[in-house]
T-cell receptor, first 112, second 117 residues
Framework: DAGITQSPRHKVTETGTPVTLRCHQT?????MYWYRQDPGHGLRLIHY???????DKGEVSDGYSVSRSKTEDFLLTLESATSSQTSVYFC???????????FGDGTRLSIL | AQTVTQSQPEMSVQEAETVTLSCTYD???????LFWYKQPPSRQMILVIR??????QNATENRFSVNFQKAAKSFSLKISDSQLGDTAMYFC??????????????FGTGTQLKVEL
């Protein structure tokens, strides 16, 4: 299994609060991704990173920001959480640009 | 933009039988990659099989094989000798190659497969 750890695994918070999800990898892969999974939508890309301090937006980036200050960590931040951001969040990594992505175990986030 | 369609929300199969999950996609690209991922109740996303569009030969991984029809933009997954552990949500995914900026997966909405005794 790819060495990917997401934390926390579960979180419940209130509308308007900031939330940060962490993805930590031990594979030294260059590429990291954040997806959200919602019923009827499959997984959708939020943001991705192609190196330290190099990030870009995915298809559902509104309301989210990311940071990558070192190779092994990719943080996803919800500055002011809304109920529409209740979802399961997955981190993924890939070694090369055209290699398969391997996923972490996901974080279930509930915003009340 | 690419789209991926899985038209079978749910399927069931008897243990030891064969089942085929359908996936179609829309793209104007000539070179790309296709994947099937499995998500069991544990919520993990597990790579099942991968196909490069430039390869005519269909990919195979043990009991899992694909039928890749490039002209028809179809990418079905066949599971042979189904086992109870194959019960899971299966996602088809498309990847357009990028250079430098990272590769983005576009997922279908999934097919829930139940293997029954």
């Amino acid at each position: 299994d790819a060495g990917i750890t997401q934390s926390p695994r579960h979180k419940v918070t209130e509308t308007g609060t900031p939330v940060t999800l962490r993805c930590h990898q031990t594979e030294n892969h260059r590429y990291m991704y954040w997806y959200r999974q919602d019923p009827g939508h499959g997984l959708r890309l939020i943001h991705y990173s192609y190196g330290v301090k190099d990030t870009d937006k995915g298809e559902v980036s509104d309301g989210y920001s990311v940071s990558r200050s070192k190779t092994e960590d990719f943080l996803l931040t919800l500055e002011s959480a809304t109920s529409s951001q209740t979802s399961v969040y997955f981190c993924a990594i890939s070694e090369q640009v055209n290699q398969p992505q391997h996923f972490g175990d996901g974080t279930r986030l509930s915003i009340l | 933009a690419q789209t991926v369609t899985q038209s079978q929300p749910e399927m069931s199969v008897q243990e030891a039988e064969t089942v085929t999950l359908s996936c179609t996609y829309d793209t104007s690209e000539n070179n790309y990659y296709l994947f099937w991922y499995k998500q069991p109740p544990s919520r993990q996303m597990i790579l099942v099989i991968r196909q490069e569009a430039y390869k005519q030969q269909n990919a195979t991984e043990n009991r899992f094989s694909v039928n890749f029809q490039k002209a028809a933009k179809s990418f079905s997954l066949k599971i042979s000798d189904s086992q109870l552990g194959d019960t899971a949500m299966y996602f088809c995914a498309f990847m357009k190659p990028f250079t430098g900026g990272g590769n983005k997966l576009t997922f279908g909405t999934g097919t829930q497969l139940k293997v029954e005794l």
